[in-house]
């Protein structure tokens, strides 16, 4: 065997893959979009998972962590505020919170799967 042969198993480096180098880059790209959409699925959903969280477990709501996670969480939620008037305040939280961060995941892991089969 030459040393100008390639290995077995391998393909020659001149040989062409099958596959374009922009299909192959715009394969790449749509990955990554996918990735960050997911991503950003993701975080909406912890923010509205931990407001329920420090809600149901009584935070204090004058704390700044609190106070930010609580604003994170309305900015996501503010279409679907009061969607549930119960009057159990810890229920109506749960609802009005949980219902966004179930759509946002639902959603978003959706469009990330689309993309990533792109």
Known sequence: MSNTEPTPGYG????????SHRYERS????????LTVHTIADIAAVFLGLWILLHLLGANE???FVEFVHGTANWLAWWSQDIFTMDTESL????NYGLP???????GHGIAARLGRA
């Open 27 to 34: 394969q790449s790209t749509a990955r990554r979009i996918a």
């Open 62 to 64: 004058a704390n700044v």
């Open 101 to 107: 961060a179930l759509i946002y995941l639902l959603v």
């Open 12 to 19: 020659a480096y001149d040989q062409p893959s099958g596959r």
């Open 92 to 95: 109506r939280v749960l609802l």
